[in-house]
């Protein structure tokens, strides 16, 4: 007998947002018997996810089929000079052409400009425009190894931190999103958990209904400080200086816990001696907090269990990131906030995914390309400079006493292909100036893969149609739970579109690779990420339970210690050996050490800063935030969101001393200026900065009237550790216009 589900005109499809978040949230699709998704919501199944999507995702049929989206493969007409192109009007510039043609002749050109410069010429540039493992770094990594192109250090958003706190731990692990609701104290810390990590939010109300205290650290008012019980506006840059004066005040007062530290860490003579010079009031002095407070909160952090934070990501995008982590990191180790459910501390939980890269990202190709070698590194965060760089071309043997050789291209050739997916450097990118001048170089060919037209796009030679994660099947892990998720095909994708693993699949043959590798599927990949083993089973660490058969069938499938209720209890770093060096939790780096670097996490003021050389002719520290209801510059081209945005877009957020001392009025236009470029922005005089701190947000270039973005103003200066993007360590002056 036939059921209503056998007998629906829709059926459901579990799928994953594969958008850069923590939440990676499991999304049913309700699709019409047209083939046409028509609803889109939470998986009330997944522990996280709990049956509600975010903003921005609940409104994402917008995004699939918005009318402007690319759909056929493109090519930009004669004549037509690379550089910003009016809003809505984009089409004009391009053709369309066939996929065939358009396949042949990226191929033609990437191989021209390999002969004649040398692969390492071509630079490919993406980030987490989906970080569905498939999407992220499979197909694209193989192509991109064969032809010997360079190698993206990939950079801009979470490394500093990342490699910051393995120095201390050996592994990103973290207490478990759903142990929050456990906490008696949580402290976010360069967190805006309500704004971007919002399935988190749930667990801290329950925190709080059950006597809980929250805390933000934040120098901007975010939607959660707004909502906390304390909310601590420190200076930009000197979070470090705080967590070693908490430090401090733990030891002084003996609210350390020796045994813990006694058992599982290293280096503590050495930390606690550092942290004696780091008073209250030296403290107080850099952060703008009050001697009392440092007192308050480090006392209060350590007589709380279980207490726990959550630091973001936000913290590491300063001049002294990686430091600045390190030392936050040190925190729940000194007070043995490990040893307890619901206690501990959450950067990402990334490092428990162990994905097979080695056979997805084929480093080995690059044995069988024209460099016999795998290629140099260039690091993202100075795409500028990598664009308009000279260098030494391996034609001209002898123009190196002519060029001056770039470091960041390794004493390489000089880029003349630029590949962009899964993302948007036109916006994105520091130093912008020097990013659009370096993509508007007649002889840098270009290609691009997307759903629109957007900063990039308007540099293109050739723009490809990508498909959005409802349109292609992928895996996932997540950097905020520990779930291993299957996002599966809910609809075809529009028109032409395709995703990456077709993408670098086709334009590797294209190329003449005849490696079979470049014809996997998309299962084939997802069992070689898997590790599938004779059994059927995965053989990657804590996945040995998962085949691809039941992820088909449930969608999401916890990792192994964290899915019974015996070992739902965990307790990363509570005991045993730590994946570092010394086996232990380290408070001292002898890694770091070894490489001439501070092995303590010393406090060292940003040169861009308040304390810096050029603080008065720049007085003001800029925070370039990234929008609410925007993911990076994802969906800030939609209308809806733009509207749920509308309040803080293209405004200057100014304290009203500041404001006043420049005769600014809210509302006011206002110029935002240092000596990398300016921009043009409308003044919003309230109380979201402290003095001293101005603040406004990403948003595309095209969007704003005088064709520039926050990163005309930022450097591609690099972190102290990991070498990532320093966007928080910008000074600026501001007018009236």
């Known amino acids: 007998m036939a059921t209503a589900a056998d007998t629906s005109p829709f059926r459901v499809v579990h799928t994953v947002c594969s958008h850069d978040c923590p939440d990676s949230c499991a999304v049913l699709v309700t699709v019409n018997a047209e083939g046409r998704a028509v609803k889109v919501a939470g998986d009330p199944t997944q522990p996280v996810t709990q049956g509600f999507l975010c903003g921005k995702v609940a409104k994402y049929l917008d995004r699939v089929y918005a009318p402007n989206r690319i759909l056929y493969p493109l090519k930009r007409k004669p004549g037509v000079a690379k550089g910003p192109l009016q809003r809505g009007r984009e089409h004009e510039a391009f053709e369309r052409v066939s996929w065939d043609e358009a396949l042949s002749s990226i191929a033609a050109r990437l191989q021209q400009i390999s002969d004649q410069h040398g692969p390492e010429s071509i630079l490919p540039y993406s980030y987490a425009g989906t970080i569905g493992v498939l999407g992220y770094g499979s197909m694209d990594r193989r192509f991109f190894h064969r032809l010997g192109g360079s190698q993206l250090d990939r950079t801009i958003c979470s490394e500093a931190g990342g490699v910051a706190w393995n120095l201390v731990y050996g592994k990103k692990l973290g207490t478990p999103t759903e142990d929050f609701k456990l906490a008696k104290l949580i402290i976010a810390w360069g967190a805006n958990i309500h704004g971007n990590n919002i399935h988190l939010w749930p667990m801290v109300e329950q925190a709080r209904r059950n006597g809980a205290r929250l805390i933000v650290i934040d120098p901007y008012k975010t939607r959660t400080a707004a909502l906390a019980d304390w909310h601590i506006a420190i200076r930009p840059g000197t979070d470090g200086a705080l967590a070693l004066g908490m430090m401090h005040v733990i030891l002084r007062d003996e609210l350390e816990d020796r045994a813990y530290i006694d058992a599982m860490t290293y280096g503590f003579d050495k930390l606690a001696e550092l942290a004696r010079d780091y008073t209250p009031e030296r403290v107080a002095a850099w952060t703008g907090m009050t001697p009392g407070e440092v007192e308050q909160l480090a006392r209060e952090y350590a007589t709380t269990r279980p207490a726990a934070i959550r630091?973001?990501?936000?913290?590491?995008?300063?001049?002294?990131?990686?430091?600045?982590?390190?030392?936050?990191?040190?925190?729940?180790?000194?007070?043995?906030?490990?040893?307890?459910?619901?206690?501990?501390?959450?950067?990402?939980?990334?490092?428990?995914?162990?994905?097979n890269k080695r056979e997805l990202e084929r480093l080995d190709l690059a044995l069988d390309s024209p460099l016999g070698r795998p290629a140099r590194v260039v690091n993202m965060s100075r795409l500028g400079e990598a664009l308009t760089a000279k260098a030494v071309e391996i034609s001209e043997p002898d123009s190196a006493a002519q060029s001056p050789v770039s470091d960041v291209l390794d004493g390489g050739p000089p880029v003349h292909a630029l590949f962009v997916y899964n993302s948007n450097p036109g916006a994105v990118a520091p130093n912008q100036n020097a990013v659009r001048q370096g993509m508007g170089?007649?002889?840098?060919?270009?290609?691009?893969?997307?759903?629109?037209?957007?900063?990039?796009?308007?540099?293109?030679?050739?723009?490809?149609?990508?498909?959005?994660?409802?349109?292609?099947?992928?895996?996932?892990?997540?950097?905020?739970?520990?779930f291993v998720q299957l996002s599966n095909q809910a609809i075809d994708p529009p028109g032409e579109a395709k995703s990456n693993v077709w993408l670098f699949g086709q334009l590797a043959q294209y190329m003449g690779f005849s490696d079979a590798c470049f014809r996997d599927t998309e299962e084939q990949l997802i069992r070689q990420a898997l590790a599938v083993g004779l059994n059927g089973n995965s053989t990657n660490a804590g996945m040995e339970h998962i085949t691809l058969?039941?992820?088909?069938?449930?969608?999401?499938?916890?990792?192994?210690?964290?899915?019974?209720?015996?070992?739902?209890?965990?307790?990363?770093?509570?005991?045993?050996?730590?994946?570092?060096?010394?086996?232990?939790?380290?408070?001292?780096?002898?890694t770091l050490a070894a490489r001439g670097m501070d092995p303590l996490p010393t406090f060292v003021a940003p040169s861009e800063s308040r304390w810096g050389k050029d603080a008065e002719r720049f007085p003001l520290e800029f925070l370039s935030r990234k929008a609410d209801n925007?993911?990076?510059?994802?969906?800030?081209?939609?209308?809806?969101?733009?509207?749920?945005?509308?309040?803080?877009?293209?405004?200057?957020?100014?304290?009203?001393?500041?404001?006043?001392?420049?005769?600014?009025?809210?509302?006011?236009?206002?110029?935002?200026?240092?000596?990398?470029?300016?921009?043009?922005?409308?003044?919003?005089?309230?109380?979201?900065?402290?003095?001293?701190?101005?603040?406004?947000?990403?948003?595309?270039?095209?969007?704003?009237?005088?064709?520039?973005?926050?990163?005309?103003?930022?450097?591609?200066?690099?972190?102290?550790?990991?070498?990532?993007?320093?966007?928080?360590?910008?000074l600026v002056e501001v007018k009236k216009v």
């Open 441 to 482: 170089r007649d002889d840098l060919f270009t290609v691009v893969h997307e759903l629109f037209f957007n900063d990039t796009t308007d540099y293109a030679d050739y723009v490809l149609p990508a498909t959005t994660f409802l349109e292609h099947t992928d895996i996932q892990g997540a950097y905020g739970h520990y």
């Open 630 to 730: 925007y993911m990076n510059s994802t969906f800030a081209n939609l209308e809806g969101h733009r509207k749920m945005e509308a309040r803080t877009s293209q405004r200057l957020e100014m304290h009203p001393a500041d404001a006043a001392k420049r005769g600014i009025a809210d509302g006011d236009a206002v110029q935002i200026w240092n000596d990398r470029g300016s921009i043009q922005l409308t003044a919003l005089v309230n109380g979201s900065v402290a003095a001293g701190v101005v603040a406004a947000r990403l948003d595309w270039a095209k969007f704003h009237a005088d064709g520039s973005n926050v990163n005309a103003l930022t450097s591609e200066r690099l972190t102290d550790i990991g070498a990532g993007a320093t966007f928080y360590s910008t």
């Open 549 to 590: 058969e039941d992820l088909k069938e449930q969608g999401h499938i916890p990792l192994s210690f964290h899915r019974s209720p015996e070992t739902e209890n965990f307790l990363p770093f509570a005991a045993g050996a730590v994946p570092t060096p010394s086996g232990k939790v380290e408070f001292y780096s002898a």
């Open 311 to 355: 630091l973001n990501y936000g913290v590491q995008r300063s001049e002294n990131g990686g430091t600045t982590v390190r030392a936050v990191a040190m925190l729940p180790a000194m007070t043995g906030a490990w040893k307890y459910r619901g206690g501990g501390a959450q950067l990402s939980t990334s490092g428990a995914f162990a994905w």
